[in-house]
């Protein structure tokens, strides 16, 4: 295997745990986990990513990258009264329907009509209190807001 090819998906792997551990840390703190409960949570999650990724890379010889749901997480995290106990039944009830739904191809193909834009805007909606959040944090610390600031020249 090329180390292109290695450093592209440690970089793939590096962004994707970066961007969705701190949904599901909210997530957690949302269910009232202990940090017991958190740590355990987030281990699992990384153990199961890294024995999917790499059975999957070894079979295909090339590299997938498997994550966990950032949507489901930051659903999760905008809930209230929700249990630790109701999330974790909640997670592995959606993992069963994407597998069902990965097994049968009928459904597998009505899912693919559904268009990109509308799941998007799912996707966005489910997001957008995380994203009004950084805007909210950058007035207590302001250093937050340096690096948006640089990276969207049109503000």
Not at 46 to 58: E, K, R
Not at 59 to 67: G, L
Not at 109 to 122: D, E, F, N, T, Y
Request: aromatic content about 8%.
């Amino acid at each position: 295997m090329r180390v292109s090819v290695v450093i592209s998906a440690l970089v793939a792997v590096l962004v994707g745990f970066g961007g969705s551990v701190a949904v599901v840390i909210a997530a957690a703190e949302a269910v009232q986990a202990t940090q017991a409960q958190t740590a355990s949570w987030i281990a699992v999650l990384c153990v199961s990513m890294m024995m999917t990724t790499a059975i999957l890379s070894v079979t295909y010889r090339m590299p997938i990258v498997t994550a966990w749901s950032t949507p489901g997480a930051a659903l999760i995290a905008t809930t209230s009264g929700v249990s630790i106990q109701m999330a974790v039944g909640a997670f592995l009830f959606c993992a069963l329907l994407l597998m069902i739904t990965a097994a049968f191809k009928p459904l597998s193909a009505l899912v693919q009509r559904i268009p990109s834009g509308i799941a998007a805007a799912i996707l966005a909606g489910v997001l957008f209190p995380f994203v009004l959040g950084v805007a909210v944090e950058t007035v207590a610390l302001p250093l937050l807001g340096v690096p948006l600031r640089w990276s969207l020249p049109f503000l």
